[in-house]
């Protein structure tokens, strides 16, 4: 097991934790009534814990290498699908805010920890983690609604999200930024943790 952080790191942990405290950005909040693709590819950048969860993804992916690569980042937005499908449905389920919360803390720990379980383990994880992701959005969503647009532009910046995490796993194996990746999961770690305990 690697030391989890160093003093630059833990800087940048503490100043992400102050950006996360004063942020205003909450993921379920807004007007969802037109239901464009434009909205919905604009979604996932407003909510602080859809981002960071989705960033943390692209991440981990980058650092378990192999299958996990592309599994990953293509198993989050189509069980997050099935997810919202369950929410527009009706279908209850409990806990589905602190789970989307915990999300965040237990995928940016697992980066910043470099974590590596098999696929067995990080498969069902963040198909879970999906799940509840798209569920909250499927619950938002008017009953009257036609949301194959809307599902469209959010499955294409969830897509681009995780990109994003796995370029910063790559570049993060050149110096002089090797510990990049881990920092930055400390960080959505950190944030996770604040959002976890702050009110909604």
């Known amino acids: 097991m690697h030391s989890f952080a160093r003093p630059a790191s833990f800087a940048a942990l ?24 434009a909205e919905g590819l604009a979604h996932p950048f407003t909510g602080l ?16 290498g192999g299958r996990a690569l592309w599994l990953l980042p293509l198993t989050f937005p189509a069980i997050m699908t099935l997810g919202a499908v369950l929410g527009f449905g009706g279908v209850a389920l409990p806990w ?10 237990v995928l940016g720990a697992a980066v910043a920890l470099t974590l590596r379980p098999s696929l067995l383990v990080s498969l069902p994880l963040i198909a879970l983690f999906a799940a509840l992701h ?13 949301a194959l647009t809307y599902a469209g532009g959010f499955i294409v910046a ?14 993060a194996t050149r110096m002089p930024v090797r510990f990049a ?13 604040v959002l976890l305990v702050t009110p909604h």
């Open 14 to 37: 503490v100043a992400a934790a102050t950006v996360g405290l004063t942020s205003a950005a909450l993921a379920h909040v807004g007007d969802h009534s037109h239901m464009s693709f």
């Open 49 to 64: 814990d859809h981002m960071l969860a989705m960033v943390a993804v692209g991440l981990w992916a980058s650092q378990l």
């Open 96 to 105: 589905v805010e602190i789970g989307i919360t915990a999300s965040v803390l």
């Open 134 to 146: 798209g569920y909250s959005h499927g619950v938002e969503l008017p009953a009257n609604a036609s």
């Open 158 to 171: 969830t897509l681009a999200l995780h990109l994003i995490g796995i370029a910063i796993g790559f570049a």
């Open 181 to 193: 990746a881990r920092t930055a999961g400390g960080a959505i770690a950190v944030l996770g943790l």
